[in-house]
């Protein structure tokens, strides 16, 4: 079906996969594309326009064009989302491929490009199925339209869709433009109103129920937004609206609403349970809010998702530690040690003095054991142990203080050590 691509407004927001606050940092790249065009024969297509868009990741839109050996690239900031490729040039016959990159991965690939007589017939029976009924006039209109979106005006594109719809009314995807092109320019309630006709004229469709819903939340009308938001999530699964959802999240927090991003956050880890991203940023943005029990809450549920990650491990480490929670934060503490080399046997050790200091002396034992099994000649960790042992095992205390006094002689502690030494003997 001919459809309008999703593009970008003029103004560019880069999202935050990572947030500041604890979230995970977003990489350079989530995957990257060395692709090659070739002609029917086989020979690399010099001067080929490949634009990539994602519906589900709206504020991405880039272009490139091919080299004389027919190569382009591009770098995706989110693996977990299907990128639309259009490819266009002169003479050829346009299309577009979906390709989802792999995680940190280059995907090489070749696309073959025929000429535009070998699929004219072709195109131009999709080009009637989607327009049957429609004047010469209304398809050129809206034709100049989709390369104005395209070309990233969108002013020029809405007036040549507002033509289009002018010839003929009941073209559905000029409406669909219109709206598109309208959010871009922040004419919500145009946009609103153009989607909704799109949906009279094709219920259901998944980019109209996309743009009235993201209207909607820009006006204010939640209730209408929310019933726009099941019908979207029926059209095109959960999965899915939860990683529109937690884009939205995304550009909030990088405006500064941290109140809108968490709800969006929260949403999106409603939608789908098993996006540890949303779960992981509900957690930070809890703890910075200083709602410790959720932020703990959120921190396990992603967690279970992966257990070895090392941002959401030290958001519960931190959240147990603003709550106190002793017995916990020594359970989480050798988990977060074993997997974040800057966690490591120095916060052990931290931990184990302030236990010991606190009275439990039987958990200080064991984080100061733990941070040996990391870091043999950790000093301080050998006299809090000699301390921890002269009533228990004096042999062993004997050892922590003798290996103490030989890897830091200098040590405040060192005329302690000797005098425990002594008193062993």
């Known amino acids: 079906m001919l459809r309008p691509p999703r593009l970008p407004s003029l103004c560019v927001h880069v999202l935050l996969v990572g947030l500041v606050v604890g979230l995970v940092a977003s990489p350079a790249f989530a995957g990257r594309l060395i692709g090659e065009v070739v002609d029917e024969n086989g020979e690399p297509l010099e001067g080929v326009r490949v634009t990539a868009t994602s519906d589900g990741f709206t504020s991405f839109h880039e272009v490139d064009t091919t080299n004389k050996r027919g190569g382009f690239m591009f770098n995706f900031q989110r693996a977990q989302y299907i990128y639309k490729l259009l490819f266009e040039k002169p003479g050829y016959q346009s299309f577009t491929q979906e390709i989802q990159p792999k995680q940190r991965e280059n995907v090489h690939e070749t696309f073959p490009m025929e000429k535009a007589a070998a699929q004219l017939q072709e195109a131009r029976g999709d080009l009637a199925a989607d327009v049957i009924g429609s004047s010469n006039e209304a398809v050129t209109a809206f034709n100049a339209g989709l390369s104005a979106q395209r070309d990233g005006d969108a002013e020029a594109a809405r007036g040549h869709f507002e033509a289009a719809l002018a010839a003929d009314p009941s073209l559905a995807p000029a409406h669909i433009g219109l709206a598109q092109v309208a959010s871009d320019l922040d004419d919500y309630e145009t946009a609103a109103a153009s989607a909704a006709r799109a949906l009279e004229l094709q219920p259901s469709d998944r980019e109209a129920l996309r743009v009235r819903y993201e209207a909607l939340r820009a006006l204010g009308q939640d209730a209408e937004a929310d019933a726009v938001s099941a019908e979207l999530e029926a059209a095109e699964g959960s999965a899915e609206m939860a990683r529109r959802v ?67 491990l030290r958001i519960l480490y931190d959240a147990y530690e603003a709550q106190g929670n002793l017995e916990e934060l020594t359970s989480i503490a050798p988990r977060l040690a074993k997997v974040d080399p800057e966690f490591g046997a120095a916060k052990l050790l931290e931990q184990g003095t302030e236990l010991f200091n606190a009275g439990q002396t039987d958990t200080a034992l064991l984080l100061l054991e733990q941070a040996l099994a990391i870091e043999s000649e950790l000093a301080k960790a050998h006299y809090m142990l000699g301390v921890l042992k002269v009533s228990t095992d004096a042999e062993a205390a004997k050892s922590h203080f003798t290996t103490f006094l030989a890897l830091a002689p200098d040590d405040a502690d060192a005329a302690t050590a000797k005098e425990m030494l002594s008193y062993l003997q």
């Open 246 to 312: 937690y884009n939205e999240g995304g550009e909030a927090f990088q405006a500064g609403d941290r109140d809108t991003a968490r709800a969006k956050f929260e949403e999106a880890a409603s939608l789908d349970p098993t996006l540890y991203d949303a779960q992981h940023a509900v957690a930070s943005l809890r703890l910075a809010q200083g709602d410790v029990e959720p932020a703990i809450e959120a921190a396990k549920q992603a967690l279970t998702l992966k257990p070895d990650a090392v941002p959401t």
